[in-house]
């Protein structure tokens, strides 16, 4: 997903990153689409695994798997942060469950792809209004296009779910706050120690709900095996590759591999889930992708003649 260091003025992992030539990029590049692809392939095999516990338990099993590894391996320092540290963590953590509960219930009922597509759309209104430059409208208007082209593809948008578009949207709302509250986690607490702590307070809400919906489902081992599967699909590996990687790659490349992302969905739900598209919604994918990264282009052009 689009870096929030990129969409939202924040320089930690630019600053980070500035010191590192064109030509040492190749090693970091492919971390990302490491990155990328574990994410994108993990969605499908949760997408696979949501017949055993549902949506709900899916998401459950993955953050609370998450949240102990990041735990044991960040091992975060608790004392010494204020009460607005916590509450940007907190908000962080609330961000990333629901962004992830609420994707996973897109990803159940429509194309894994066509699902990132619409969840991606959060984030590239965030940089338009972040950038406030009336160019990137015109990305905004190309995203557009590109969702009316999923409007006439097949049998349209009255072809899919829509409490799944209605889902996949609201994702990527949630998608746009999570961005937002990550770039100020990431300058109040140092390393990932934010992360693991608000991917524990993602964790903690999310039980509740997993037990309620998915019972003692969430006990049976092989559950367990495949919901750990996406842990280290979905969140750990990507987590640990981007982090490597935001150390020697500039964030606006970043940003534009992650942009990408509706295309490595596309092609996961296709290998892992039979997921065909037709060349219309390919097209509409297309044009989201190219929408996404004119606009980290644009904001990154911006801030360089400041």
């Known amino acids: ?15 980070a990153s500035a010191e590192t030539g064109r030509g040492g990029a190749l090693g970091p590049v ?28 899916v998401v459950t099993i993955r953050l609370v798997v998450a949240a102990l590894v990041l735990m044991v391996v960040c091992r975060p320092r608790l004392r010494g942060h204020s009460r607005a540290d916590w509450g940007t963590v907190l908000a962080f953590g609330v961000a990333m469950g629901g962004m992830n509960m609420i994707f996973y219930q897109a990803a159940a009922r429509i194309p894994l792809g066509l699902a990132v597509t619409f969840e991606v759309l959060g984030p590239l209104t965030l940089s338009v209004l972040a950038s406030r430059r009336a160019v990137n409208f015109l990305w905004a208007g190309l995203a557009l296009c590109g969702v ?64 309620v919906a998915a019972g003692t489902r969430l006990l049976d081992p092989v559950t367990i095996g495949l919901g750990a599967a996406v842990a280290v699909l979905s969140s750990v590996l990507p987590y640990t590759l981007e982090l490597i990687a935001l150390r020697r790659l500039p964030a606006s490349t970043f940003a534009v591999m992650m942009s990408l992302e509706p295309a490595i969905a596309a092609l996961a739900g ?3 889930l039979s997921q ?28 360089r003649k400041r």
């Open 1 to 15: 997903m689009p870096d929030a260091a990129v969409l939202v003025g924040g320089d930690g992992a630019a600053a």
């Open 30 to 57: 492919g971390l990302v689409l490491a990155g990328c692809v574990s994410v994108q392939f993990g969605g499908a095999l949760a997408v696979s695994l949501m017949p055993r516990v549902g949506a709900v338990g």
């Open 148 to 211: 009316f082209l999923l409007g006439g593809a097949g049998d349209g948008l009255g072809g899919l779910d829509p409490v799944g578009v209605g889902c996949a949207l609201a994702a990527g709302g949630m998608w746009a706050a999570y961005i937002v509250f990550s770039a100020r986690t990431g300058r109040r607490f140092p390393q990932a120690d934010g992360l693991a702590l608000a991917m524990a307070v993602a964790a903690v809400l999310s039980l509740p709900l997993g037990v």
């Open 270 to 272: 296709f290998l892992v």
């Open 276 to 303: 065909a598209l037709s060349w219309l919604e390919a097209l509409a994918i297309a044009l989201v992708i190219a929408a996404s990264m004119g606009a980290v282009r644009t904001q990154v052009g911006r801030r």
